[in-house]
């Protein structure tokens, strides 16, 4: 199996490098598919990823499948990759698995680096209004999640890919410490992009935040839309509930039907509705029985 993953990654890399994709596409006639489907969806983000290159730190360096993962990525060389961990562990590990990691991705010993201690007095002056010493900010950044997203504070990597073994809030606590949320945007959110057979839908926010009121929920949709659009995906946003239309009463189908209002409100550049139950967001013929 990883051989044969191997195989394709490194097919497929050199396909890239090799092909003027562009020079042959223009000689075949194609329809573009209207919707999004998963195969092109993946194509879609490699390719994005390839044309803006980044650096992406992986804190998780003794996960088999991120380990996996990081040899098809840079057999494919579509963005630069940072392991977290000592090298010696992560070469047993790869050796006991079958993975051969190509010397491209940088490996960066967690315990021995030329960082930690920068590392620790930007931490510290950072969450000095919490009483943070330099003390337990040492010990902060011996914590791949905390020292993988200062790599990413101190723009030594773009961006940050964890939540393999990690919690969603070991994740995110860190960023929400020191890199804080955009300009505007009020509340943290998260999303899932899932790709089904023939379509990819985008939920939010199934990580983050248990009970959100009328106005983060407005706010969740918002950034839930941009970030399906930064995928690829054109954006018609349902507001789910228990509740479709008028049909139901109680204060959560209520916090749902204001928070619509809001959206609707801000004269969003999509199309959103709600709330709605899922069955009728997700099937067409429901929805056109439920809600006309």
């Known amino acids: 199996e990883s051989g044969h993953q191997r195989k394709l990654a490194a097919a497929l890399g050199g396909w890239d490098e090799h092909v003027n994709k562009d020079e042959l596409l223009s000689r075949l006639s194609i329809e573009r598919p209207a919707s999004m489907t998963p195969l092109r ?124 073994v990690n919690t969603t809030a070991n994740t995110i606590r860190p960023s929400l410490e020191f890199i804080k949320t955009r300009p505007g945007t009020k509340i943290v959110s998260s999303v899932f992009l899932m790709l089904m057979e023939d379509r990819v839908l985008v939920y939010g926010d199934c990580a983050v935040n248990p009970n959100p009121n009328a106005e983060q929920l407005a706010d969740i949709a918002k950034a839930s839309a941009e970030t399906a659009r930064q995928f690829g995906v054109e954006p018609k946003v349902a507001m789910l509930s228990y509740s479709t239309g008028t049909s139901g009463a109680g204060a959560d189908v209520d916090v749902v039907r204001e928070a619509t209002e809001l959206v609707r409100a801000s004269n969003p550049d999509f199309a959103v509705e709600g709330p709605i139950q899922y069955d009728a967001a997700s099937n067409m013929s429901i929805a056109s029985t439920k809600l006309p």
């Open 41 to 164: 969806f993946l194509h879609n983000l490699i390719e994005t990823a390839r044309a803006n290159r980044r650096s992406v730190v992986l804190p998780e360096g003794y996960d088999v499948r991120i380990l996996r993962a990081s040899e098809i990525i840079a057999r494919r060389d579509f963005c630069d990759l940072i392991l977290l961990g000592n090298p010696a562990k992560i070469a047993e590990i790869c050796q006991a698995e079958g993975i051969e990691l190509p010397s491209s991705i940088r490996i960066i010993d967690i315990e021995n680096n030329e960082y930690t201690e920068d590392f620790a007095a930007t931490y510290a002056e950072l969450r000095a209004h919490k009483g943070v010493t330099i003390e337990a900010a040492r010990e902060r950044m011996t914590d791949p999640s905390y020292f993988g997203t200062m790599l990413v504070y101190k723009g030594i990597a773009d961006g940050m890919v964890s939540g393999a």
